[in-house]
């Protein structure tokens, strides 16, 4: 998979975190539905793995991404599930390796000009920028751009991005999406609210479409 290509297309990725089975497939339906077709499924519970297996197998149009990667572990699991990209909130170079050996495309996380200049030396061209909002925001991440621009780099800031503010980051060209867990709130997903999730994600991906194009 091109990961940029894919993630920049999307723009918009919603971060999801599967505490029952049951809602992974009408969950990703509804945020497919609503115009958000790559997921980002969080190895943050027990069935992470087996979500992105069924929404895989049951969803027509949806792209799996595993999220909170953290162990070699995980990383398996999320190939042998189905999942085509792995992304992670920090910068670990043994994961960055083990997926690089593996052949899965894998965005990590950083928060500071050390960490992406490291991220850069392994080869990733694309990074997670988490926790956007604590870590400094748009104005952080430009600063970061005017020495590391030429590089070629290309960011997905996650952690408090939301309706408000997402559209500050998308009007950076080197920012090709923003990831949240906005477009998917808990308290939607255990209610079962589909077409409240359906349209978070319509207002989101119009609003990305109109920056993006
Ligand atoms: C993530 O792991 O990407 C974040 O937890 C998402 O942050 P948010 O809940 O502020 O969108």
Redesign the pocket.
Known sequence: MDMIKTLGSAGIIP?I?IEDISKAVPLARALVKGGLPVL?V?F?TACAADAIRKIKAEVEGATLIA??VLTIDQLKSAREAGAEAC?A?GFDPMIVNAAKEIGMPFCPGVATASELSQALSLGCRMV?F????SAGGIKYIKDLLGAFRFTGVKFMP?????LSNVADYLAVPEIICC????IAPKAAVEAGDWAKIETLASEASALCRSIKG
Do not use: Q, S
Request: without cysteine.
């Open positions: 971060v975190v980002e969080t943050r999220g909170t992304v909130p997670k988490f926790p956007a909002e996650t952690g408090g991005v939301n990831g949240g867990t906005w």
